[in-house]
């Protein structure tokens, strides 16, 4: 144990590099997640067939191959194909905005449908233009339901950055797994691993509950602050939906 | 009421009537759904400033003619007309129809507002928020100019004090009073009034329904309602139509109606429900 700690803290700067590319991969994945959720979700919905269609193969290409294949094939074998070498960082946040941003699609879609239809309604009687309808009524209203939804996915995020281990980028698992054949210590150098991605877990829990209590008060809803520190769990999920079932019955 | 918010509208700005003088025609309408026929070839017309009821037994598609008008339905045959212009069609190559574009129907759904069972207030947006979103984002109103009017709705429906809250935090007929506040706010020719008080607590009706015939005798605003309070459409009506199975079986003035009915189905149907 002594040995792993005092490499430990005489490395410090290598952890905080390690942290930074962990959290670099997580913040731009998920923002590039979240806009192609938001991209594949509206076109899920579109009238179109073809632009359905589209969306549909994208999403169902990305959710059914392996994020651990995407990411060799963007490391490895996409150089051969077009002699363009992508850093593996970038190759990371493709990866992982594609994939969760195919699964985020479902989310937004599903939110989005799950909005009364009385709303629509409502917005077309008051002569609202298709996108005043869509910015001002329906999407304040889904979001609220999209940020549960999202918090898991933000979590899953984070906890597959260790896959750039793979593609030899010098994340966290990296840092902490060069620690650990320094030093020989692994107990304690996958303890320290755990500890630290809860923390990171914990901490994107408390943000995205901040956010939902932030959207659910402007829906008029309430939240106690204790709900803050809790994690994600069926029992706020259910809760959810009978707000939302007792909503729209007025 | 101290002040009148809805202000008769000037005769001079007026759309010119249809040469027969009707606002609302309906002309051999009819609306499908897959093989189900919920309305058969139906025709009627409404005349400016006339308070009409729809009445009739569930299912006969009262609430489908409503629903058509605003268009949130789209027709399956037929033609409707509001103030002489086609309400879901615009005209063609070679002076035919075709199905109206959006901006065509989002110009001819000015003259016209809903109220529905559900209320469908916004729950992202106050009672105020939710009176004055469309004057100023759908009719470029001035915000200073929509609260002001949005407080004198308030007033006539007797919420002043609930300008701020969130529509949770009402009950249903107060939830009702603001969605008819907020649909009064456009400014609307012809208001749709859709079954309005079924969601109601009974004790809630009155007080919504107090709130309409007083509209309706302040105002000219065309009312047609869908309702199952026949005394309250004996009141506001000028013209009742009976519906049954899509079609209008029997209409006239509510002393003739609900007096001395030609129609046995009519009989039928006000003695199951009077």
């Known amino acids: 144990m002594g040995d792993f700690y005092s490499y430990f803290f005489d490395h410090l700067?290598?952890?905080?590099?390690?942290?930074?590319?962990?959290?670099?991969?997580?913040?731009?994945?998920?923002?590039?997640?979240?806009a192609l959720s938001f991209a594949f979700g509206f076109m899920a919905n579109s009238r179109h067939v073809l632009v359905?269609?589209?969306?549909?193969?994208?999403?169902?290409?990305?959710?059914?191959?392996?994020?651990?294949?995407?990411?060799?094939?963007?490391?490895?074998?996409?150089?051969?194909?077009?002699?363009?070498?992508?850093?593996?960082l970038f190759c990371g946040v493709v990866a992982f905005g594609m994939n969760y941003g195919a699964y985020g699609s479902?989310?937004?879609?599903?939110?989005?449908?799950?909005?009364?239809?009385?709303?629509?309604?409502?917005a077309v009687a008051l002569n609202m233009t298709p996108a005043q309808r869509m910015r001002r009524v329906i999407l304040p209203q889904a979001w609220v339901q999209m940020i549960p939804p999202f918090t898991n996915l933000l979590i899953q995020l984070l906890k597959a950055t260790p896959l750039l281990w793979l593609i030899t980028a010098a994340d966290l698992t990296t840092v902490i797994q060069q620690m650990r054949d320094r030093t020989g210590e692994t107990?304690?150098?996958?303890?320290?691993?755990?500890?630290?991605?809860?923390?990171?877990?914990?901490?994107?829990?408390?943000?995205?509950?901040?956010?939902?209590r932030h959207a659910k008060t402007r829906l008029g809803q309430h939240t106690s602050a204790r709900s803050l520190l809790r994690s994600r769990s069926a029992e706020s999920a259910e809760k959810a939906e009978v707000a939302q079932a007792t909503g729209g019955g007025g | 009421m101290a002040t009148d918010p809805l202000q008769k509208t000037n005769p001079e700005d007026r759309a010119p009537e249809t040469a027969a003088g009707h606002l609302v025609v309906f002309d051999q309408v009819v609306k499908r759904y897959g093989d189900h026929v919920v309305l058969d070839h139906l025709d009627f017309t409404v005349e400016r400033g006339q308070h009409v009821t729809l009445i009739g037994p569930s299912g006969s598609g009262k609430t489908t003619i409503l629903r058509l008008l605003m268009t949130l339905e789209r027709i399956s045959g037929g033609l409707i007309m509001v103030s002489g212009k086609p309400l879901s069609h615009m005209a063609g190559p070679g002076g035919s129809l075709k199905p109206a574009s959006e901006k065509y129907q989002r110009e001819i759904r000015k003259k016209i507002g809903m109220v529905f069972q559900q209320f469908n207030l916004f729950p992202n947006m106050n009672v105020l928020q939710n009176i004055t979103e469309s004057p100023v984002n759908v009719l470029g109103m001035d915000r200073a100019e929509?609260?002001?009017?949005?407080?004198?709705?308030?007033?006539m429906v007797g919420l002043r004090e609930k300008i701020t809250a969130h529509p949770t935090q009402l009950s249903g007929g107060q939830q009702q009073r603001v969605a008819i506040a907020r649909a009064l706010a456009m400014r609307p020719e012809i208001l749709l009034l859709d079954e309005v008080t079924s969601a109601l607590d009974p004790e809630l009706v009155a007080g919504v329904l107090d709130l309409l015939r007083e509209i309706a005798r302040t105002t000219d605003i065309t009312m047609l309602c869908v309702t199952h309070e026949m005394n309250f459409a004996r009141d506001i009506s000028d013209q009742v139509l009976m519906f049954d199975s899509g079609r209008v079986i029997e209409s006239g003035p509510p002393e003739k109606l609900f007096g001395d009915p030609d129609h046995e189905r009519t009989r039928e149907f006000l003695s199951a429900v009077l």
């Not at chain 1, 989005?112 to 409502?122: C, D, H, I, R």
């Open chain 1, 13 to 34: 700067p290598n952890v905080w590099s390690g942290l930074w590319v962990t959290i670099e991969a997580t913040v731009l994945g998920a923002i590039v997640a979240l």
């Open chain 1, 52 to 88: 359905r269609g589209v969306s549909r193969v994208i999403v169902e290409f990305f959710r059914g191959t392996s994020l651990y294949v995407q990411l060799f094939w963007l490391y490895y074998a996409f150089p051969l194909l077009f002699s363009y070498e992508l850093t593996p």
């Open chain 1, 106 to 122: 479902e989310v937004v879609r599903g939110a989005l449908n799950a909005v009364p239809k009385g709303q629509w309604e409502a």
């Open chain 1, 187 to 212: 107990t304690w150098a996958y303890l320290t691993l755990l500890v630290m991605y809860f923390i990171l877990a914990y901490a994107l829990t408390l943000l995205m509950n901040l956010l939902e």
């Open chain 2, 146 to 155: 929509a609260e002001e009017r949005a407080e004198e709705l308030l007033d």
